[in-house]
T-cell receptor, first 118, second 116 residues
Framework: EAGVAQSPRYKIIEKRQSVAFWCNPISGHATLYWYQQILGQGPKLLIQFQNNGVVDDSQLPKDRFSAERLKGVDSTLKIQPAKLEDSAVYLC????????????????FGSGTQLSVL | AQSVTQPDIHITVSEGASLELRCNYSYGATPYLFWYVQSPGQGLQLLLKYFSGDTLVQGIKGFEAEFKRSQSSFNLRKPSVHWSDAAEYFCAVAPPGVGTASKLTFGTGTRLQVTL
């Protein structure tokens, strides 16, 4: 079974530039998450999708971050414009179905995109 | 608000030695508790979780964790460490209830180094 795919693996940009990350979840997984992991910290949830609808984006800095999952499959996360403090690893995770699995929901994580903002 | 503290930023153990990684949480009631492992260049993988019941939980790769309500702790243990266990370990909490896996609060992690 293929895991959660993310690209690119690394990205280096200058501040004020734009950047986009792509995630392809495990086939059939309805729930998709984006996390931000700053060096020395644990991952922090940015946004959660159930199919193509947003469930929780309360911690997404909406002035510069946006995310979409138009067809309920793959997803993109965009930062525009980037700031120095956005340097982090951006992790995508998916689960079969948050609503059906309930407390036994199991998250599968991709290997992440490491972003460096100079 | 829930929070997690992992007091040890970095731990080094010899291969074959026992391991204990500490985790303390702050929450009004008993939360759901998790341990994840992140190998270099990899995503997080769930080692084990505690919801209720038996306070000693078994996980994958020979890991176990013990929930101690009186100490608000959920320490991870392994009797004999292998070199392949070198990784970063994250403790996480979530409020009890349906669909709470997305409400994880992670600790800052403990990096485990294994010497041969």
């Amino acid at each position: 079974e293929a895991g959660v795919a993310q690209s690119p693996r690394y990205k280096i940009i200058e501040k004020r530039q734009s950047v986009a990350f792509w995630c392809n979840p495990i086939s059939g997984h309805a729930t998709l998450y984006w996390y931000q992991q700053i060096l020395g910290q644990g991952p922090k949830l940015l946004i959660q999708f159930q199919n193509n609808g947003v469930v929780d984006d309360s911690q997404l800095p909406k002035d510069r971050f946006s995310a979409e999952r138009l067809k309920g499959v793959d997803s993109t996360l965009k930062i525009q414009p980037a700031k120095l403090e956005d340097s982090a690893v951006y992790l995508c995770a998916s689960s079969l179905n948050r609503r059906r699995e309930g407390a036994n929901e199991k998250l599968f994580f991709g290997s992440g995109t490491q972003l460096s903002v100079l | 608000a829930q929070s997690v503290t992992q007091p040890d930023i970095h731990i080094t153990v010899s291969e074959g030695a026992s391991l204990e990684l500490r985790c303390n949480y702050s929450y009004g009631a008993t939360p759901y508790l998790f341990w994840y492992v992140q190998s270099p260049g990899q995503g997080l993988q769930l080692l084990l979780k505690y919801f209720s019941g038996d306070t000693l939980v078994q996980g994958i790769k020979g890991f176990e964790a013990e929930f101690k309500r009186s100490q608000s702790s959920f320490n991870l243990r392994k009797p004999s460490v292998h070199w392949s266990d070198a990784a970063e370990y994250f403790c996480a909490v979530a409020p009890p209830g349906v669909g709470t896996a997305s409400k994880l609060t992670f600790g800052t992690g403990t990096r485990l180094q294994v010497t041969l």
